[in-house]
């Protein structure tokens, strides 16, 4: 990795940090930009010594040391979509206000490139999923095809239990292998697929992260709670999209978690800037599927600097505002609803 400016040197790097969930691209943008508070540790894997210049530094870094560099930065995966729900590309960061604990904040910056993400699909295998269990692997396999090179994805699948059907990989030929194989029957246990799939998240390679959860309704076999759910995505930095596929309300006929699987869904992408899409027969998947490809590939990334500088650990909320562009029609923004502060 060649760091220009403040780094003059080659290294292999592991990057570690409990802040920024975009760090690679970030942490270029911050050394190009002579920032030095962002929080994170480099590990050196190179065989020699580096020699760091213009860091402030006047000692050489011997393999595996760490560098600490400490910076406030928070970052926010941002959606912007047109009243016919088609993504927005083209906005500046003047047309962003973000807001912190109602405190509005100086967006540092914001970037829109097309970085590799780290995808999980979580796939419902339960009986009520028998007649659309074909429609719905196609479209998880659809969803997969929508990756690149440096992508990877797992996949999770749940009926009586949750289970890693496949860890990460870069292959789409071995996730669809192994998932043509499934067949639907039993219970619901969506939340601790959702568990068991924020878990396998903390894997990921990549900076950006995203579960996709297709499913037909709610929760009935799970040991895990909505409350523990929230509290893993709180912590997560994971942005969360589902596809209900779920019959009109006066066609139900199923348990009342069941009934309550649209309500259930949508509590757990609202809070991580994802989305919760229904589809009211299969045939409307894979249309849905090719929107949340699209709209993950269109997202913008705003960095701002908190003015709260103290380490308490607790949860800051946070919300983005627009300042529409003169000409254009009224748009909805989608982003995470808070973060948890560093402690000291």
């Given at each position: ?33 002579g ?24 000692r ?12 406030d930065?928070t ?19 003047d ?17 829109s ?5 780290s ?17 719905a ?14 992508d ?21 030929e071995?996730l ?41 309704g709610?929760?009935?076999?799970s ?56 589809a ?13 490809g ?11 600097r ?39």
């Amino acid at each position: 990795m060649h760091l220009r400016g403040q780094l003059e040197c080659e290294m292999k790097m592991r990057v570690v940090t409990t802040r920024c969930p975009y760090v690679p691209f970030m942490f270029l943008l911050l050394v190009a930009l002579g920032c030095h508070e962002f929080s994170m540790s480099v590990w050196a894997q190179s065989g020699a010594p580096l020699t760091p210049r213009n860091t402030g530094l006047s000692r050489d870094i011997e393999p595996s040391q760490s560098i600490h560099v400490d910076v406030d930065l928070t970052l926010v995966n941002v959606s912007v979509t047109d009243p016919y729900d088609r993504s927005v590309s083209g906005l500046e960061k003047d047309n962003f206000r973000v807001f912190e604990d109602n405190a509005e904040q100086e967006v540092v910056n914001l970037s829109s490139e097309d970085v590799p993400i780290s995808i999980g699909v979580i796939l419902d295998l339960s009986g009520s999923m028998a007649d659309k269990i074909g429609r719905a692997k196609e479209s998880a396999l659809e969803f997969l095809k929508t990756a690149n090179p440096l992508d990877e994805a797992f996949l999770v699948t749940f009926n009586d239990r949750a289970a890693l059907l496949a860890p990460f990989t870069s292959s789409v030929e071995d996730l669809t292998s192994r998932l043509l194989s499934a067949s639907a029957r039993g219970r619901t246990a969506l939340l601790d697929a959702t568990y068991l799939g924020l878990s396998e998240m903390r894997k990921a390679r990549n900076s950006k992260r995203a579960l996709l959860i297709i499913s037909d309704g709610g929760d009935n076999n799970s040991r895990y709670n909505e409350k523990d759910i929230e509290r893993l995505v709180r912590e997560a930095d994971t942005q969360i999209y589902s596809i209900g596929i779920f019959e009109p309300f006066e066609y139900r006929s199923r348990t009342q978690e069941e009934l309550n699987g649209p309500s259930l869904l949508n509590e757990i992408t609202d809070l991580t800037g994802g989305r919760a899409f229904n589809a009211v027969n299969a045939n409307e998947l894979p249309d849905i599927v090719t929107k949340i490809g699209t709209e993950l590939r269109n997202e913008y990334t705003l960095g701002y600097r908190s003015s709260n500088r103290t380490h308490d650990g607790g949860w800051r909320k946070i919300k983005i505002k627009l300042r529409t562009p003169k000409g254009l029609p009224p748009l909805s923004v989608y982003a995470k609803k808070g973060y948890r502060a560093p402690s000291s």
